[in-house]
Structure formats: C-alpha cells, structure tokens
C-alpha cells in the first residue's frame, strides 16, 4: 500500500463550485504539505502544516484554504474554483530528519480540471 | 529572477551516453540541496543529496559550488529507464521550505 494517498486522483468541476482533495499517509510523519505544479513552474508551496491544528501559508495560498484533521489526514480546499486553479496537486509529508535534511514523500497527485 | 533555475531540456541522449545538468540557485543562505527524478505524470522523488564535497551514488554523481551557488547532476551510461525529469531542489533558510526549480527533462534514446 502507498505511503502517501490522494482522493480523487482526478477531477473535473466547473467554476465557482467548492471542491476538496484529501491526503492520507502511514509514515507517521508530523509535517505536511500541498503543492500545485504547472507546466514551466516546477512545484509551488500553497500550505504547509507542522502538527495537528498548526496552519502556515505558502506562496501561493490565495484562493486555497487546508484543515489538519489529524496526524495522517490533511485536506486541500477551494472554496470557489476558478480555471486558474486548474493544475496537478501534490501533497507531501516529511519528518524533521537527521541534520535537517528533510526528504519529502510525494503522494501521487490530483489533477484538477476548473472548467 | 526565479530562486532556482534549470535547463527546461529535454536533452535527448543515446543509452549509454553521459549527460550533465546545471542549476542555479539565488538565495546564497541556501542550506541543503537535492535532486529529485519526476516521471511523467507521476510523483517527484527523492534521487539524492547533494553534499559540499560531492557525493556519488551508482551512476550518478551531484556537485555543489556554494561560491558560484551552482548545483550539478551527472549521469553516466545512460539507460532507456533515466528517462524522467529532473527536478533541482534547494532548501532554504528556514527548516521546511524546499524551493523546486522547474525540472530538466532528459529522453534517453535506444
């Protein structure tokens, strides 16, 4: 079973219709993630969460809003959805890490379709 | 000026060629660096560290030039398999943040 999981893994909406991707893992890791890549952008950081009810926003986190649930569960939202917004959505945990090198584990992605 | 920069490629190589990627990066307070292998349409993950001294795993050997703030990935006896993207990933000053550049795509050639 996968380390990291992401539901759905693709999806298709409309504008101005809420949407939730939701992240799971198993590696027992306290720090999550949310990514958007774009073709030509590499990834870019929309949230970030240290432990359970600890939010920090990224660069991008205009139009995105997360909720850490628990440990393992950390959910992406768009409140309303524009086409903007179409992109693949990863989500990634890590643990602090000896030294500071904290190698993040990617789950397998969501790709958003905003029509 | 983007905080990591790479060749976008692709470079299109033969198996069995050697193939090296640059990437700059901008932030000189840079702490630890990284490549990571992107397959289409799939996850990014870890391919390796990139240590001051250079380290070298395998086929593979990363070189950091922290006074040129210049990261290198070189990949020897290419194989049809080293087809991804590469992605060169920088960690900054803070403990969390890891600044991804846009990804250099190799296609290995039988």
């Known amino acids: 079973d996968a380390d990291v999981t992401q539901t759905p893994r693709n999806r298709i909406t409309k504008t101005g219709k809420r949407i939730m991707l939701e992240c799971s893992q198993t590696?027992?890791?306290?720090?999550m993630y949310w990514y958007r890549q774009d073709p030509g952008l590499g990834l870019r950081l929309i949230y970030y969460s240290f432990d359970v009810k600890d939010i920090n926003k990224g660069e991008i986190s205009d139009g995105y809003s997360v909720s850490r649930q628990a440990q393992a569960k950390f959910s992406l939202s768009l409140e309303s959805a524009i086409p903007n917004q179409t992109a693949l959505y990863f989500c990634?945990?890590?643990?602090f890490g000896t030294g500071g090198h904290n190698e993040q584990f990617f789950g397998p992605g969501t790709r958003l379709t905003v029509l | 000026r983007k905080e990591v920069e790479q060749d976008p490629g692709p470079f299109n190589v033969p198996e069995g060629a050697t193939v090296a990627f640059n990437c700059t990066y901008s932030n000189s307070a840079s702490q630890s660096f990284f490549w990571y292998r992107q397959d289409c349409r799939k996850e990014p993950k870890l391919l390796m560290s990139v240590y001051s001294s250079g380290n070298e795993d395998g086929r593979f050997t990363a070189q950091l030039n922290r006074a040129s703030q210049y990261i290198s990935l070189l990949i020897r006896d290419s194989k049809l398999s080293d087809s991804a993207t590469y992605l060169c990933v920088v960690k900054g000053d803070s403990s969390y943040k890891l600044i991804f550049g846009s990804g250099t795509r190799l296609l290995v050639r039988p």
């Open positions: 990634a945990t890590s643990d």
């Open positions: 590696k027992g890791h306290d720090r």
